[in-house]
C-alpha cells in the first residue's frame, strides 16, 4: 500500500473496464450496500462518473449518504485504487451522457444484451482523496505509455469535425488549441495564394500586433521557406539571428504611410516551428509557432502540429468545395444617414483602401472592399454573393484559381482585428452583408498615390 495519490489524469489504465469496479455505501443507519459498476469515466481531474442502471439501493443510499468509497482495478497490471467520493449530480444528457451510452450500448451488443442494458444517467462523483494498491506480482501485460500531446490532436481533431464548415471558428479553435494545449507563446496561422507567391496572415495570438492580412513571400524566413518547401522548418535558437527581428521591428512602423501591414513576430523569439498545411496535394496554408526558449519545440511538437495542420487544411478545402447557399440573403439594417461619418478613400494604383483614417488593405482584397462600397452607395444594398463577385469583370479576378473565399475571409478578419466602422458579417455559405457603425461617405477617388 502507498500513500501516493496521483491525479486522475494519470489514471487512464484504472478506467479500462477490464475487470468491473465496485460502489460501496452505506444508509443512513449505517447498513453497507455493495455493488458492480458497468462503466466508470473519468471526467476531469475532480471527477469520474458511474453509468446509473440499476442501482436502486445504491440510489437510496446516496440519496440519505452521499459519501461512497470506488474500487476500480488496473486490468494491465492488476494494481487497485479506491476513490473516497462525494455524490454531486445525475446527468440525463450531453457529450459525457453520450459517450457512455455509446460506450454501453457498443458492448451490451457484443454479449447479446442489446437494448436490455439501458443507461438512465451518469452520476458524477467528486473525488475526495485517492488510495492506490500496487499488484503484488509483475504485469502480464505493459500498457502503451500515454501520450498526451496524440490525445490533444484528436480532441482537436473532433473539434474541427463538429464545426459546420465555419472557417472562422476553425481557424480560431486550431490557434487556441496550440497555445492552450501546445504552450506556444506565439501563434498563427498563414493562408497562402498560390498566384502571388504569399502567404498571408489569418490569425494570432500571443504577439504585440495580430498582423491579420500581413504577408510573407514563399521562401523568406522560416514560415515562408515551409510554404515554398513544403517541409517543416525548425529554428531552435534564434540568438545568432536577431537581424531577422529587428528587420521586422523596423518595418513595423505607421501603415498608414507604408500601406504594408507587419506580420506577427517578436523580436525576443528563440524558437521558431513552421508546419505546411497541404490538402489534395495543394498547399493550403502554413502552422507557426514561435518561443522565448530555446529548444522549444520537439519532435512530439512537430507530430501534434502535423496532425492538427492536416486536419485544418481538410476542413478548409471541405469548405471551399461546400455548395453556396441559394437562399435569399437576409437584409441588413440600413446605415443611419444621421450618424457619424465614416470616411472612406481608395487608391486605384495599388487598390488601397483607408477606412476612418486606418490602412485597411490593398490588392485584390482591397478592390473587392471598394467594390462593395461603392455598390452599396450606388444602390443601398448591403449583401452579396461570391458568384455574383467571381462574374463581376470589373474586378479582374484571376481566371484559374481565384482565391476568392480566402480572400474574403482575409479581409473580414482583418476589419474585425481594426474594429473598423464597417465590418463584413457572413449570413450563409458564399454570402456576406457589409454592416456599418456610421454613415459610409467616399472621399475622391484618385489615380494618385495619395501618401
Known sequence: MTGIAPRLRDMERFFEGIVPSIIATSSARGIPNVSYLSHVVLVDDEHVGLSNQFFNTTLTNLSENPQAAILLVDGARGGQCRLRAVYEETVFDGPLFSRVSTQLDATSAQVGMAGIMRLRGV???????????????????????????????????????????????????????????????????????????????????????????????????????????????????????????????ASAGNENLTRTIAPPMDAETMSQIAVPMVAGGRLVGVLGAESRQRLAFSVVHEAALTLAAQHLAAFIALSEAS?????????????????????????????????????????????????????????????????????????????????????????????????????????????????????????????????
Not at 153 to 163: C, K, N, Q, R
Not at 334 to 345: F, G
Request: net charge negative; with cysteine.
Open 123 to 249: 452520476d458524477i462523483f467528486r473525488v475526495l482523496d485517492i488510495t492506490v494498491y500496487p499488484s503484488p506480482v509483475a504485469a502480464p501485460i505493459e500498457p502503451v505509455a500515454s501520450e498526451p500531446l496524440l490525445e490533444a490532436s484528436a480532441s482537436l481533431a473532433m473539434t474541427l469535425a463538429g464545426l459546420p464548415g465555419q472557417v472562422d471558428a476553425a481557424l480560431d479553435a486550431t490557434l487556441e488549441w496550440m497555445r492552450d494545449t501546445l504552450a506556444c507563446g506565439q501563434a498563427a496561422i498563414f493562408l497562402a495564394d498560390e498566384n502571388t507567391g504569399h502567404l498571408a496572415t489569418a490569425g494570432s495570438l500571443g504577439y504585440e500586433r495580430s498582423g491579420v492580412g500581413s504577408e510573407i513571400p514563399f521562401g523568406d524566413g522560416v514560415f515562408g521557406s515551409a510554404a515554398r518547401e513544403r517541409q517543416i522548418v525548425k529554428i531552435s535558437d534564434l540568438s545568432r539571428a536577431r537581424r531577422y527581428s529587428a528587420a521586422v521591428k
Open 323 to 451: 455548395p453556396e447557399d441559394q437562399r435569399p440573403i437576409p437584409p441588413a439594417s440600413p446605415p443611419d444617414r444621421s450618424a457619424r461619418r465614416i470616411d472612406i478613400r481608395y487608391f486605384a494604383f495599388d487598390d488601397s483602401i483607408f477606412i476612418a483614417g486606418d490602412y485597411i488593405i490593398k490588392g485584390i482584397a482591397g478592390r473587392l472592399l471598394n467594390h462593395m462600397l461603392k455598390t452599396h452607395a450606388e444602390t443601398g444594398r448591403t449583401g452579396f454573393t461570391n458568384r455574383e463577385l467571381r462574374l463581376s469583370t470589373s474586378l479582374k479576378l484571376p481566371e484559374f484559381k481565384d482565391n476568392l473565399e480566402t480572400r474574403l475571409l482575409l479581409l473580414r478578419r482583418r476589419l474585425a482585428d481594426k474594429a473598423s466602422p464597417i465590418q463584413l458579417v457572413p449570413t450563409g455559405r458564399g454570402q456576406f452583408s457589409l454592416e456599418f457603425d456610421g454613415r459610409p461617405a467616399f472621399i475622391a477617388e484618385t489615380e494618385e498615390d495619395g501618401r
